[in-house]
C-alpha cells in the first residue's frame, strides 16, 4: 500500500465543493463537473488502461480538498473512476477493483456504492508483510464489526460486491451502471434539498464514532516503520513510470498490477 499523505487521509472522511466560489483548476488526473450543489469527481488517467492511482492523482486530491475546506455552497461530492471532516457529503461510485489505499479511500466517504460485475475490495497489505497504513482496518472495522474486519485484512483476501453490500462494506450492489448512477443521482439530489447545516450537523454526530486523524495517521507511521522488515515485499514506486494499482477500478481487471515486487 501507497499510504496517503496527512492532507489526504483527513480529506478521505468527507469532501465539497461549491457552485460560486469554487474555482477549480484544470487537473491531470481527475476531472471535474459542477451541476448546482453536487460535485462529481472522476478519476483519470488516460495513460493507465487500468486507471491507476499515480502521484498526479494524489496531488490533484491533496489541492481539490484544500480549495474545498473553504468552500460552503456544494453539498454533496460523488466520487467516480473513468474523500476528514469537511462538512458536505461524499458519494463512492464503484465499477472495478479497489483495493489497499484505494478501498481505505472508499471507506472513509459517506457513502458506497457499486456495480456487481468484475467490482471487488480489499486489503492485500499483510499478504506482502506489511498492513494497512491508512486508517483502513479502522474504518473498515466500525462498518463490518471486528471479526469480519480481522478475516478480510489477516487474510488479504477480495470481496465481490455482492457480499459487501451485504455485511455493509459498501451500501447497495446493483445489476448495470445505468441503475448505479440513476439511484445516486436521485439520492444526491435529494441531499441537495436539505439545509448545509442540517447535512454537516448529522455527518458530525455520525463521525464521533469514527476513527480520528490522530489514529489514522498513527497507523500511517506504524506501516512505514514495517517496511524496515526483511522479510517484507516492498513495493516499487516509480514516478515516470508508476504500475501501483492503488484506486483501480475498470471493467477488465486481468492485467491491473498492483506494484512491482522486491525482496
Known amino acids: 500500500m501507497y499510504p496517503l499523505r496527512p492532507l489526504s487521509l483527513a480529506m478521505a472522511i468527507s469532501m465539497a465543493s461549491s457552485v460560486l466560489s469554487l474555482d477549480l483548476p484544470k487537473y491531470t488526473g481527475l476531472k471535474t463537473a459542477q451541476n448546482d450543489s453536487i460535485l462529481t469527481v472522476t478519476f483519470h488517467n488516460p495513460s493507465s488502461p487500468v486507471n491507476l492511482w499515480n502521484e498526479d492523482t494524489q496531488n490533484d486530491l491533496e489541492d481539490l480538498v484544500s480549495r474545498l475546506q473553504s468552500d460552503n455552497e456544494t453539498k454533496v461530492v460523488i466520487f467516480n473512476s473513468d474523500v476528514p471532516r469537511l462538512p458536505q457529503v461524499t458519494i463512492g461510485a464503484i465499477e472495478g477493483r479497489a483495493r489497499g489505499a484505494g478501498n481505505e479511500f472508499l471507506v472513509a466517504l459517506d457513502m458506497r456504492f457499486a456495480t456487481k460485475v468484475d467490482v471487488a475490495f480489499g486489503q492485500p497489505e499483510v499478504g506482502s508483510g506489511l498492513f494497512p497504513g491508512g ?60 439545509p448545509q447545516s442540517a447535512l454537516a450537523g448529522g455527518k458530525k454526530t455520525v463521525h464521533r464514532a469514527s476513527p480520528s486523524l490522530k489514529h489514522v495517521v498513527a497507523d500511517a507511521k506504524d506501516f512505514f516503520k514495517q517496511q524496515s522488515d526483511p522479510t517484507c515485499l516492498l513495493w516499487t514506486w516509480n514516478s515516470t513510470s508508476p504500475r501501483y494499482s492503488l484506486f483501480c477500478m475498470p471493467k477488465d481487471e486481468d492485467d491491473c498490477m498492483q506494484g512491482t515486487r522486491k525482496r
Open 135 to 194: 486508517g483502513g482496518s479502522q474504518f473498515l472495522t466500525n462498518l463490518i464489526g471486528r471479526g469480519r474486519a480481522m478475516e478480510y485484512i489477516l487474510s488479504s483476501k477480495d470481496i465481490t460486491a455482492v457480499d459487501a453490500a451485504e455485511i455493509g462494506w459498501i451500501n447497495k450492489a446493483f445489476d448495470t451502471s445505468r441503475e448505479l448512477y440513476d439511484y445516486i443521482d436521485k439520492l444526491a439530489q435529494r441531499l441537495a434539498l436539505f
